[in-house]
């Protein structure tokens, strides 16, 4: 089936560090991969997005990489600032019609000046 | 405009009682859906619906039932309320009924409270 394992939180980082929030995946079929962020008391928003092999999805300095041959989809940004401080979730959008939807635990983060 | 929509924002109730919540979309998608969100942010999902149409029912207890009246609406009735039912629910919705490869967008979400 399809499922999504992330790392686990919570994550703290100085302004202007590297961050790395780890993604696997499993998958029946060639699902989509999505990351999303959920900023405080608001609903999760599309990040970016990755529909086969080789993509890189980015949006606002953020990166991921879909890698089938480490069935990861792990996402990037080189300088974080506060106001990424948030929960991401990574999605395995499955394969196959009316498909399993999951989603990963979610990582908190949150940025210190 | 809000794409996704939910109300009430808040809900906060007593133990037993009965409740509803609402979820309108004006995006023309065809598929909704319900999650809970806990208090560790795990999301699970609940139900979805395509065109009306129950396609994912997760194990959910009975005391929640969807009901799509129509494509751009899917509420969620919860009956005798449970301590264990507070937590954030998220209305969501997505252009296709493939259930997989496009995007989801999101309501800001309900927070039910049981006293």
């Known amino acids: 089936g399809n499922s999504v394992t992330q790392m686990e939180g919570p994550v703290t980082l100085s302004e202007e560090a590297f961050l790395t929030i780890n993604c696997t995946y499993t998958?029946?079929?060639?699902?989509?991969l999505f990351w999303y962020v959920q900023y405080p008391g608001e609903g999760l928003q599309l990040l970016l997005k990755?529909?086969?092999?080789?993509d890189k999805g980015s949006n606002k300095g953020f990166e991921a990489t879909y890698r089938k041959e480490t069935t990861s989809f792990h996402l990037e940004k080189g300088s974080v600032q506060v106001s990424d401080s948030a929960v991401y979730f990574c999605h395995n959008a499955g394969g196959t019609s009316y498909g399993k939807l999951t989603f990963g635990q979610g990582t908190i983060l949150t940025v210190h000046p | 405009d809000t794409a996704v929509s939910q109300t009430p924002k808040y809900l906060v109730t007593q133990m037993g009682n009965d409740k509803s919540i609402k979820c309108e979309q004006n995006?023309?998608?065809?598929?909704m859906y319900w999650y809970k969100q806990d208090s560790k942010k795990f999301l699970k999902i609940m139900f979805s619906y395509n065109n009306k149409e129950l396609i994912i029912n997760e194990t959910v207890p009975n005391r929640f039932s969807p009901k799509s009246p129509d494509k751009a609406h899917l509420n969620l009735h919860i009956n005798s309320l449970e301590l264990g039912d507070s937590a954030v629910y998220f209305c969501?919705?997505?252009?296709?009924?493939?259930?997989?490869?496009?995007?989801?967008?999101f309501g800001d979400g309900t927070r039910l409270s049981i006293l």
């Open positions: 995006l023309g998608h065809d598929t």
């Open positions: 998958a029946t079929g060639y699902p989509s």
């Open positions: 969501a919705s997505s252009p296709t009924g493939q259930g997989g490869n496009q995007p989801q967008h």
């Open positions: 990755a529909t086969k092999a080789d």
